[in-house]
């Protein structure tokens, strides 16, 4: 399974690119980011993880685009394919993920996936 690739002459627009060029990751294999500040730390299905300078709304932007990744908090965007359930506890909301994470998810949030 590869992970990382170093960037070749020329940009493939389905990989996730950080590290200003000079990494990359294919979308499938992120499973969830959290905000870290101003920094974004990936969260890799081989349970790696990987940070990047760039905010969560720059990544928000790029991921949308790239389909099944899904803003679920303030400081959480989740690739859809790892959700397993969400799971409503009084107040809170969690999402279950496949790979066993479990993740917070907003009241408002929430309230769109129990509704679709």
């Given at each position: 399974?590869?992970?990382?690739?170093i960037?070749?002459?020329?940009?493939?627009?389905r990989?996730?690119?950080?590290?200003?060029?000079?990494?990359?990751?294919?979308p499938?294999?992120?499973?969830?980011?959290?905000?870290?500040?101003?920094?974004?730390?990936?969260?890799?299905?081989c349970g790696?993880?990987?940070?990047?300078?760039?905010?969560?709304?720059?990544?928000?932007?790029?991921?949308?685009?790239?389909?099944?990744?899904?803003?679920?908090?303030?400081?959480?965007?989740?690739?859809?394919?790892?959700?397993?359930?969400?799971?409503?506890?009084?107040?809170?909301?969690?999402?279950?993920?496949?790979?066993?994470?479990?993740?917070?998810?907003?009241?408002?949030?929430?309230?769109?996936?129990?509704?679709?």
């Open positions: 399974m590869r992970k990382f690739f960037k070749p002459s020329y940009c493939d627009p990989m996730i690119w950080f590290d200003h060029g000079k990494t990359c990751v294919q499938d294999e992120v499973v969830y980011l959290s905000s870290l500040e101003n920094y974004t730390e990936f969260h890799l299905k790696k993880k990987v940070v990047s300078s760039r905010t969560l709304g720059v990544h928000e932007k790029q991921l949308v685009e790239k389909g099944h990744f899904a803003r679920i908090h303030r400081k959480f965007m989740l690739n859809l394919q790892y959700l397993k359930r969400i799971e409503s506890i009084g107040e809170e909301h969690i999402a279950h993920l496949t790979t066993g994470d479990k993740i917070v998810v907003s009241r408002r949030k929430a309230r769109t996936f129990f509704h679709q």
